[in-house]
């Protein structure tokens, strides 16, 4: 299948600090990517829907301001979680759509201290 | 708007003990109804797609099958490694964005 590739797997940032997640396709081109974010023992939520050369399309309830996403070109998505802190602690997901499939990245776990 | 549920939350078997999780769901216009694994501290690892009711998909020990309201994944004769949780997730027609239920964790004991 194909491949999405997440990265860091993993990051520790201080309270304050802004920390850049990339999402990449390695072997097929995406225009559309999606950020996922999932708290212990509960599921996916979507956070925002990321298109190529646009601005991303937030769920309710997400501020767009707080997770910028930059989608610059056609494998990869980037999410910056500005000005963090502590309650920005999860595991943050990143997806591409190749025709009708979702392939996932492996996921990012950021601790915010 | 859309929803899924998933059942059991949790489910424990033996070993070659087989079973079922449920995944129900409402949405408006089914484009895919997918089921996904996941383990600990990584992203979902695609499984099946699902397209219309009747349809059912087999991959080793798994079996997924889907009705116009839910879907089943089967497992038959689990071994251990197949403790992982296992969303579903659907898509509606006209987006590429999919809704997840909570998922069921499946604990397989030898």
């Known amino acids: 299948g194909a491949v999405v590739s997440q990265h860091p797997s993993r990051v520790i940032c201080k309270s304050g600090t802004s920390v850049k997640i990339e999402c990449r396709s390695l072997d097929f081109q995406a225009t559309t990517m999606f950020w996922y974010r999932q708290f212990p023992k509960q599921s996916l939520m979507l956070m925002a829907t990321?298109?190529?050369?646009?601005?991303?399309?937030?769920e309710q309830g997400v501020e767009k301001d707080k997770f910028l996403i930059n989608h610059a070109s056609l494998t990869l998505s980037t999410l910056t979680v500005t000005s963090a802190h502590p309650e920005d602690s999860s595991f943050y997901i990143c997806?591409?759509?190749?025709?009708?499939?979702?392939?996932f990245g492996q996921g990012t776990r950021l601790t915010v201290v | 708007e859309d929803q899924v549920t998933q059942s059991p939350e949790a489910l424990r078997l033996q070993e070659g003990e087989s079973s079922s999780l449920n995944c129900s769901y409402t949405v408006s216009g089914l484009r895919g109804l997918f089921w996904y694994r996941q383990d600990p501290g990584k992203g979902p690892e695609f499984l099946f797609t699902l397209y219309s009711a009747g349809e059912e998909k087999e991959k080793e020990r798994l079996k997924a099958t889907l009705t116009k309201k839910e879907s089943f994944l089967h497992i038959t004769a689990p071994k251990p490694e197949d403790s992982a949780t296992y969303l579903c997730?659907?898509?509606?027609?006209?987006?590429?964005?999919?809704?997840f239920g909570a998922g069921t964790r499946l604990t397989v004991k030898p």
């Open positions: 990321s298109n190529e050369g646009s601005k991303a399309t937030y």
């Open positions: 997806s591409a759509m190749l025709n009708t499939e979702a392939f």
């Open positions: 997730a659907v898509q509606a027609m006209g987006n590429n964005d999919m809704r």
